[in-house]
């Protein structure tokens, strides 16, 4: 089993930069790809950007140029560098994972972006 637990989200204004971090336990998370995903107030959660164990990376549209994702396996971490934020990107960010057994979630760390 796998255990997500996020950190790093608060409150930055419009152009302004935030990273947040999730630390993963359990023993499968250097092979699981890594996900980030956000959910605004009244919308469905999205996807936003994953990585695979190897550091192969994708992002949604909306991100992709401001947005960064990386992983160090030696600290079970995975990280949403976010620059040039807008008041769109407000959300509570969840990082995931999934194995053969399940989907893995953290609780999730706001982010506001706002002036």
């Known amino acids: 089993q796998v255990q997500l637990v996020e950190s790093g989200g608060g409150l930055v204004q419009p152009g302004g930069s935030l990273r947040v971090s999730c630390v993963a336990s359990?023993?499968?998370?250097?092979?699981?790809?890594m996900a980030w995903h956000r959910q605004a107030p009244g919308s469905q959660r999205e996807w936003v950007a994953s990585i695979d164990a190897s550091g192969g990376t994708n992002y949604a549209n909306s991100v992709s140029g401001r947005f960064t994702i990386s992983r160090d396996n030696a600290k079970n971490t995975v990280y949403l560098q976010m620059n040039n934020l807008k008041p769109e990107d407000t959300a509570v960010y969840y990082c995931?994972?999934?194995?053969?057994?399940?989907?893995?979630w953290g609780p999730g760390t706001q982010v506001t972006v706002s002036s």
């Open positions: 359990g023993s499968t998370y250097r092979r699981n790809v």
């Open positions: 995931n994972t999934w194995d053969s057994v399940a989907a893995y």
